[in-house]
C-alpha cells in the first residue's frame, strides 16, 4: 500500500493572535498601594452569593504603575478547594501583558489562614513569576470582612 501525504498550505494553519483591549484608559485605572486596597477591589468585584459558599482562585494584573489591566477568574472549586491551574494564571497575565499580580481565592468558612496547600501554591507561582519577569505582589485570602496577606505577613 502506498501512503499518502496531505500537505498543508500556509493559508491553511491557523493564525494566533495576542490582543489586550483595555475599555479604561491607564490614568484612570484603580491603583493598588496596599493590600488593603486589593481587598477592597477584590470584595468589590466577587460575587456576594459565593463568596462563603464555593472556594474561587482570582488574579488582579497590573501595569508597571501598579494601575489594574484586570482581575481574572481562574477556577471555581468546591467548598473547601479550588484547582489552580498554573499555566492559564501566566497565559491571562502575559496576554494582559501584566508586569506584576496578585493572587487571591476566599475560603468560604470564614478563616483567613494560609493552608499549606495555599503556601505551596503561593510558592510555585512566585518561582514561575521570576522565570518570566512577572512579579507576584502578594497572595490575599479573603472573606467578606477580613483578608489575609501574604506580604503583609513576611509570606513571601
Not at 484603580?30 to 462563603?52: C, G, N, Q, Y
Request: proline letters at 3%; one cysteine or more; hydrophobic letters at 40%.
Amino acid at each position: 500500500m502506498e501512503s499518502q501525504e496531505k500537505t498543508i498550505g500556509w493559508m491553511e494553519v491557523a493564525e494566533v493572535k495576542i490582543s489586550y483591549q483595555p475599555k479604561v484608559k491607564a490614568c484612570n485605572r484603580p491603583k493598588i498601594v496596599s493590600s488593603r486596597s486589593a481587598f477592597e477591589l477584590l470584595r468589590d468585584r466577587w460575587d456576594e452569593d459565593t463568596l462563603e459558599f464555593v472556594e474561587s482562585f482570582k488574579v488582579i494584573l497590573l501595569n508597571r504603575a501598579s494601575r489594574v489591566l484586570g482581575v481574572s477568574l481562574i477556577g471555581i472549586g468546591g467548598t473547601s478547594s479550588v484547582v489552580v491551574d498554573q499555566k492559564l494564571v501566566f497565559i491571562t497575565a502575559l496576554k494582559a501583558n501584566a508586569c506584576s499580580m496578585i493572587l487571591a481565592h476566599n475560603h468560604p468558612s470564614g478563616d483567613v489562614n494560609p493552608s499549606e496547600q495555599d503556601r505551596r501554591i503561593t510558592k510555585r507561582l512566585v518561582e514561575m513569576g521570576r522565570i518570566l519577569d512577572i512579579t507576584v505582589l502578594d497572595h490575599i485570602i479573603i472573606s467578606p470582612d477580613k483578608y489575609f496577606s501574604f506580604a503583609d505577613e513576611g509570606e513571601l
